[in-house]
């Protein structure tokens, strides 16, 4: 497990999705039941399904907000700068900060707040998002609600909870249903929310040497596809990255179709740079930096992993390998 | 220059380390004494006279707003324990009001000598009290209210939201706002001297502004990050901004700031100025930078007073006393001092 509060101070922050019935709650109070001698602040929202037992529990309504910049995708929640901000003054740190979202909650603004403001970006990290389906009504969910899908192609921690309400093939075709949407995120089968909490809190989920690992590309079947679904694909380059090169073509390609995608992540190796660089996004909001050296002896290959809609897998593909060195 | 600015902090200055994150300082309305609200909950109390500094435990969690209280001395203060309470001058607290599990964010005053009002906001929620702490008010806006003033007179109070911000008449039994609309979000304001013009901060960078009497819109844009300081001068010509690296100040006289570049005043080393404040009777405005550095600046010859050296991290907040012959200002460190700045 990484520490949980980095050198540069920054406070892990955790995002739990998931729509109402999943299990949000019950996973939320066992991680917070667990005797870890960890202290967290706890951010719910107004219609919380249960109580949640924690020392630091903030309530907040979701008040999202549209920047002022004329793009309708970057939307953030206002609330959670003013929270964050606040927790930020409080005397002795927190080991994390655990946000829950309600049920019909789109990720994006949640995961575009920690673009948008200074303190926010200074003070914390967002460690990972987790989302909750539940292996019995998850089919459905995806039917009647957007919400659920992209809550899906959102996470980087999937907890398929009820596991033991269903059989063993209608698990594997609710698994294989996840993976069509996002084949990058780690999936633990649960019962009431039975994941350890190692698990799930301190995941550095943008280091996706490891997350890739457990996502190779043999998955990726070219079967006829909806454009409007959501999935993901994932790009590697052997040759050290020209950092202006890719600056200028994710630049280009974010403010152009931002709206579909809904997330970017990237591990590179920058020419001339001994430094694992970590890219991510959301929408058209996008950051980045050093994340440490790359091992000695480790191919330093650069990956790439989009998840959207309408994603041309040939065309990003050519766009990522043209930002090679020459 | 270090050392010239160490000097009036040396010898004029009264100073302590806290252990806390300074959230605010306000002097109280009789200059008595000095608050300095932490982010442990306590409130540290620096009388002028004497070298003593009180600490009174206040709040269960942070303080999130201070401000001087109605009446002479004393101060009102608002914690995420959803308490809205008051601090005698002898150090006594008393509970105004309690909003459960909802911050407190905002808290604010007015008195004319006669009328005494204290507000606070708690979610979208702003309330007014009288001294008795008897609720006369509860005005709801369409989403958190990250800001508050009243006018020089205490017949409005403005507050700021998303979207923009609700003037609301204080006094009036039909309780629906004046609505100033700018999408975004803002998160600070301030009302001119002459009460016509409101300001705000937003989260975007940049400040916008609605004067009153004919609806023209205000935008000051060009902030590299947010602006936190953001006031007046007494005299209500300029108004002076955090948020760059020079102490940004944009004209309200001659047709006001639109169309006109701002003036800048101690600029040019790269260092975000975090906060400022305006003397209470003269152009001077007060300015911190993220390194520590905190000068006094005479708008109209642009001359730059030092007041305390780099090196103590962020100032979060700065206060005149209200003869403006002292200044305090805190750290997020927990560094707090109190300079008298008086002719001796």
Known sequence: ?326 | MSETAEKILQTRGKTTELDAYVVKASFDRAGTACAFALGDGTVAIKPLAGEAWHRVPTHEGAILALATDAAPQGWITGGDDGHFMRIGPDGAITLIAPFGMRWVDTVTSFTDGRTRLVACSSGKKLMVFDAANTKLKTLEHPSTVTGMVFDGKGKRIAASHYDGASVWLVASRSDSPRKLDWKGSHIGIVMSPDGDSVVTAMQENALHGWRLSDNQHMRMTGYPSKTLGLSFSKSGKWLASSGADSVVLWPFFGGGPMGKPPTELAGGDGITCTYVACHPKDDLVAAAFEDGLVVIADIGSARILPVAGPGRGPVTTLAWSPDGSHLAFGTEGGFAAVIDLSKT
């Open chain 1, 1 to 326: 497990m990484a520490e949980a509060v980095n050198p540069e101070g920054q406070v892990p922050v955790t995002v739990l999705t998931g729509y109402l019935g999943a299990g949000k709650t019950t996973l939320l109070n066992r991680i917070l039941s667990e005797n870890h001698g960890k202290k967290y602040a706890v951010v719910i929202n107004e219609f919380g399904e249960l109580g949640v037992d924690n020392d630091l529990v903030v309530d907040t309504d979701e008040e999202v907000f549209e920047m002022n910049n004329g793009c309708i995708c970057c939307t953030v929640r206002g609330d959670l700068i003013r929270i964050v901000t606040g927790l930020m003054k409080r005397r002795g740190k927190f080991d994390g900060i655990i946000i829950e979202t309600t049920g019909l909650a789109n990720p994006a603004p949640v995961a575009q707040t920690f673009f948008v403001d200074d303190t926010v970006k200074e003070k914390t990290r967002l460690d990972a998002i987790i989302t909750v389906v539940d292996a019995l009504n998850l089919p459905q969910r995806l039917i009647d609600s957007a919400e659920a899908e992209e809550q899906i192609a959102f996470a980087d921690v999937i907890v398929l909870n009820k596991v033991d309400l269903v059989t063993t093939e209608a698990l594997s075709a609710v698994e294989a249903q996840i993976r069509k949407i996002n084949k990058y995120a780690k999936i633990h089968h649960a019962t009431k929310g039975s994941v350890p909490i190692t698990e799930l809190l301190n995941q550095g989920a943008f280091d996706l040497n490891r997350v890739l690992v457990h996502a190779p590309e043999f998955l990726t079947s070219d079967e006829h596809e909806h454009n409007d679904e959501i999935r993901s694909m994932s790009f590697e380059a052997e040759k050290p990255i020209d950092a202006e090169r890719f600056n200028a073509w994710i630049g280009a390609l974010l403010a152009e179709k931002g709206g579909d995608m809904l997330r970017t992540k990237g591990i590179l190796s920058y020419e001339g740079d001994d430094r694992r660089f970590a890219f991510q996004a959301v929408h058209m909001m996008a950051d980045g930096d050093f994340i440490g050296a790359w091992k000695a002896g480790e191919p330093r290959t650069s990956r790439i992993v989009f998840i959207g809609r309408n994603l041309n897998r040939p065309q990003l593909r050519r766009g990522f390998e043209s930002c090679q060195v020459a």
